[in-house]
């Protein structure tokens, strides 16, 4: 079966050290790797995506995130971390022609940056 | 434009009522998907139409009924709801269904059952 796991349901980090929200996955054949951020009351905002090529995937707001298929994993990061990246953030998987580009998504890590 | 608009950003309705949720894109997308998410949960499937055929339904209760009037609008029409669905629904939409392209999200609207 296909799953996302975030194994931290809670991150918290000083406002400029670098930030890391782990994901790892289990899919039958190549993956397609999503994440998503949500801030209160918003819908989700769409960060980057892993479909294949270079293994270090940059994306939005400084964001980037690294596939690592022998660990099955895809965690985000950021070098230096900012009070307003305080969110939600989603891990998902996706694969090719699966049904109607449907998403799995994993159970969310709530990040929270201090100044 | 990368916009997905949702109305309305509210929606309180008593159990015997009958109301609608909005969604409209225009980026060309052709793949639309309704999703309910609960607070601080990831967001759960209901339906995705695919060049504007519903493709998916996640065995998710007649009281939902969607419709799909054309490429760039998706609806939710609601009927004899439990407080139970009670949730944001969010809609979003992507390039094609076929897994590889990013899934772009509209605000939601945000639903109580009373």
């Known amino acids: 079966a296909q799953s996302v796991a975030q194994p931290e349901d809670q991150v918290n980090v000083a406002e400029g050290n670098p930030l890391t929200v782990k994901c790892t996955y289990s899919?039958?054949?190549?993956?397609?790797l999503f994440w998503y951020v949500q801030y209160p009351n918003r819908g989700l905002q769409f960060l980057l995506k892993y479909i294949t090529g270079d293994n270090l995937v940059k994306g939005s707001y400084g964001f980037e995130a690294e596939f690592n298929k022998s660990q099955t994993s895809f965690h985000l990061k950021k070098p230096s971390a900012l009070v307003s990246d305080s969110a939600l953030y989603f891990c998902a998987v996706s694969f090719l022609y699966n049904q109607g580009g449907k998403l799995i998504f994993g159970q969310g890590t709530e990040l929270s940056v201090k100044p | 434009d990368t916009e997905v608009t949702q109305t309305p950003k509210h929606l309180v309705m008593g159990m015997t009522n009958k109301k609608s949720l909005k969604c409209e894109q225009h980026m060309g997308h052709r793949a639309m998907y309704w999703y309910k998410q609960k607070a601080k949960k990831p967001p759960e499937l209901m339906f995705v139409?695919?060049?504007?055929?519903?493709?998916i339904n996640e065995s998710v209760p007649s009281r939902f009924s969607p419709e799909c009037p054309n490429s760039s609008l998706l609806n939710l029409h609601l009927h004899a709801l439990q407080p139970e669905d009670s949730a944001l629904y969010l809609c979003?939409?992507?390039?094609?269904?076929?897994?590889?392209?990013?899934?772009?999200f509209g605000p939601g609207t945000r639903l109580t059952v009373t």
């Open positions: 979003a939409s992507s390039t094609t269904g076929t897994g590889v392209s990013e899934q772009y």
């Open positions: 139409y695919s060049y504007e055929k519903l493709s």
């Open positions: 899919v039958s054949g190549n993956p397609y």
